[in-house]
């Protein structure tokens, strides 16, 4: 566990801003809480909140049940998220927002700032679709790290059908170069699906991202994806995922394997 440093904690029942602790929730829903991560973010210990839905419908997404059906799922409350935090500010490091895609939520913003005034640091997973909310959560010191997906070369052809919908590429170039620009830790990451990814389109990707400091190539796992058909692709083993990896590397200053 690491220290936080996060400045401006504050205690439990105090109102946000002049605000009730809550005020954001009617704008945005938790769908899952996991209380306790080690692996996802590296070197800190968090908890992850869900949020539901999503713009795209990428074929090989895993939670595309809180995209496409949320209302099955119950929300969890601000408050018990508050009182887990709360109670163990000295074992957690931060929060993991994750989805779903955060960035569609109007209530993000305020979201990560409450999390910030509880003392967390603050991870976000973003597909990189909307930059204008990624740039304002920088500017406001909202956010600690970030982790962009990309999808596939960025070309809107091939994009918009590993998404699932079309995709204005040129949101995803903007997203890429604010956070390569921000000044954060950051990742780019992409799952690697033999179906949709070669070795020389994962070159491509790295080459749209070079001089990034990190590129995580995601082992497929074909299980429960949103597209049933996925389910009987052969994912590439680690040693083809290290061997690809390697090839990225004169682009990137470092290129990891999730397997």
Known sequence: MTENVTPSVIQHSEVVGGHSPHYF???IKIKGFLKTSFIDWDGYITAVVFLPMCNLRCLMCHNHEIVLTPENYPDVSMDEIED???????FIDGVVITGGEPTIHGGLLDFCRWLKNLGMMVKLDTNGTYPDVIQRLIDNNLVDFIAMDIKAPLNKETYSAVSGISVDVE???????IIMNSGLNYEFRTTVVPTFHTAEDMVEMAKS???A?????QQFNPDNTLDPKLGKVEPYSREELESIASECKPFVSKVKVRA
């Open 25 to 27: 929730q009617d704008k």
């Open 84 to 90: 887990y935090l709360v109670e163990n500010r000295d």
């Open 171 to 177: 949101n995803i170039r903007r997203s890429i170069n």
């Open 209 to 211: 991202i070079e001089g």
């Open 213 to 217: 400091k990190t590129f995580v190539l």
